[in-house]
């Protein structure tokens, strides 16, 4: 029969549930958040290995490991003959509960009007945006996850590894002010640049944390209230929403099935452009509007940011060649990303431009937030040399095929009367519903199906109502769950349109 302090032990030691750690590192980390939280007080004395292991049915090896490790960090001290304690100074004093008073307001005092000092606000900018408990829905036909079928995991462990070893430290420890790891910049010139037609100098290209903050720092430094900046419409909302932080002035310009239209662009300064696969459409621009949008720049004097969204991602036809390739007057920015295919929250880009902008974008990034990882950096140089990059784009791409392929199939059987066009690569189809549909609606609705997508009325400055337009995205459902959120998805459309009283040929079984 356990005694009281057994039974005390085995409740404080109970090993977290953490996937990502060995047994050893959830015995640490039990022991660990014990003394950080207070529970186990400075001297407390610990039982010992043999006790431990047998208490949590765990090796005594795993054990000893595990305290040496915290005697070495100074969590714990060994006393000869005596055991293992929690050593002094293990949890460092702070603010004492009964010295802190609690704010006290003056009858005539008030508190700051926020909302009148926040001089740029999003608050109020339409974006894409999901449930809080977005995966936990069985059909998530959105943006912002990782493929956990598809992420190289042992890869990109033994780049992160070779990168912590200590002969690497000497790489990317050093503060870089505002340089970048010389490898990975090295990686985007000789790699990935030449693959997209484009050719560039060290000093041209800059590192940044996600395209969002490439889109932030060309706002900084291009934009004010004056700049005319020329948006597909429909287009990206996240340039969009962090170019408007500059408050300048929005110009749509027009899209059709084979993306932004030169002949009907109006007086601009700056043009953001996605010609690679347009968003959201995924329409790619022709060769032949690509020259005329550069005649058209240098004619009419703007300048063009192109995000060379989602390029690797080719399914058919020839890879068309970046507008920054064929730009001969150096009136092209270039935006690409590196981690997107591995995942979101990697957060690495790089913006590709003329010496002297990249030098001021450079002092600029110093302000925000001096450099991106340099840890992260040189994992990703690795990950780039060693040829993982590649081999994980293709195997991204046989995936989304798969998935476009079963796309299609299951928006031809449930929903015939939706529309559609297969692109040529991307992670995403662009669909457009029937004249009574409203695609915000249908989303509501569709929630309650367990389905998830993302309606089209963000994508547009000025979203028409109804918005029948929606996305489907690719990169977070697996290719077995697609046919089944397709028809989920049409049973919501089946009840959007008894509420309009429209006419719809009933959603078929399924299989």
Same mark, same amino acid.
């Given at each position: ?7 005390? +032990? ?23 958040? @014990?003394? #950080? ?69 003056? @009858? ?25 408990? +977005?995966? %936990? ?11 956990? =079928? ?41 790699? #990935? ?9 060290? =000093? ?42 500059? %408050? ?22 700056? #043009? ?33 940011? =192109? ?116 692109? %040529?690569?991307?992670?995403?189809? +662009?669909?457009?519903?029937?004249? +009574? ?75």
């Amino acid at each position: 029969m356990r005694s009281t302090q057994q039974f005390q +032990w085995a409740q404080l030691f109970t090993l977290p549930e953490h996937p990502a750690l060995p047994l050893q590192g959830r015995l640490r980390l039990a022991i660990v958040q @014990a003394i #950080l939280e207070g529970r186990l007080p400075a001297g407390a004395p610990l039982p010992s290995s043999r006790e431990l292991a047998r208490l949590l049915g765990i090796s005594r090896n795993t054990v000893t490991a595990a305290y040496e490790q915290l005697v070495d960090e100074d969590f714990l001290q060994a006393r000869p003959r005596s055991g293992i304690f929690v050593a002094d100074g293990a949890r460092q004093a702070g603010v004492q509960a009964d010295a802190v008073q609690a704010p006290r307001r003056s @009858a005539e005092g008030r508190a700051p009007d926020w909302a009148g000092r926040t001089l740029r606000s999003l608050s109020r900018q339409p974006t894409l945006s999901k449930p809080e408990k +977005w995966r %936990q829905y069985p059909y998530p036909f959105v943006y912002g996850h990782y493929d956990p =079928e598809l992420f190289p995991m042992e890869d990109f462990r033994e780049c992160c590894s070779h990168t912590l070893a200590r002969a690497q430290l000497q790489h990317w420890t050093p503060d870089f002010e505002t340089d970048d790891v010389p490898d990975l910049i090295e990686q985007i010139r000789l790699r #990935l640049l030449p693959k997209r037609g484009v050719f560039a100098l060290p =000093e041209e290209i800059l590192v940044t944390v996600g395209a969002q903050h490439a889109y932030h720092l060309l706002a900084e430094g291009l934009f004010d209230s004056s700049s005319r900046v020329g948006l597909e419409e429909p287009g990206h909302p996240h340039a969009r929403n962090t170019f408007s932080l500059r %408050q300048p002035v929005f110009v749509p310009a027009p899209v059709d099935d084979e993306g932004v239209q030169p002949e009907r662009l109006p007086p601009l300064d700056y #043009l953001f452009v996605t010609p690679s696969h347009q968003s959201p459409t995924t329409a790619t621009l022709s060769l032949e509007r690509r020259t005329e949008l550069l005649a058209r720049a240098e004619r009419d004097d703007f300048v063009l940011i =192109e995000d060379d969204y989602e390029a690797e991602n080719l399914f058919a036809g020839a890879p068309m060649p970046a507008l920054k390739s064929m730009d001969r007057s150096g009136r092209v920015i270039y935006v690409g990303s590196l981690s997107k295919s591995l995942s979101p929250a990697l957060r690495l880009a790089y913006i590709v431009a003329p010496r002297p902008l990249i030098a001021e974008l450079r002092l600029l990034r110093h302000a925000m937030v001096r450099h991106p990882s340099t840890m992260l950096q040189q994992a990703y140089a690795l990950f780039l040399s060693l040829g993982h990059h590649e081999s994980h784009a293709r195997r991204v791409n046989a995936a989304l095929q798969e998935r476009l392929a079963v796309l299609a199939q299951a928006l031809r059987e449930f929903m015939p009367d939706f529309t559609f066009r297969l692109p %040529q690569g991307g992670a995403s189809v +662009w669909v457009s519903a029937p004249a +009574w549909a409203d695609a915000a609606e249908l989303g509501h609705i569709a929630r309650s199906h367990g389905v998830l997508i993302e309606p089209g009325d963000v994508f547009f400055v000025a979203p028409p109502y109804p918005c029948r337009h929606f996305r489907l995205r690719l990169s977070s459902i697996a290719a077995g769950q697609i046919a089944a959120g397709v028809r989920a998805l049409s049973l919501a459309a089946d009840e959007l349109a008894r509420a309009r009283g429209a006419a719809r040929r009933p959603t078929p079984p399924a299989h």
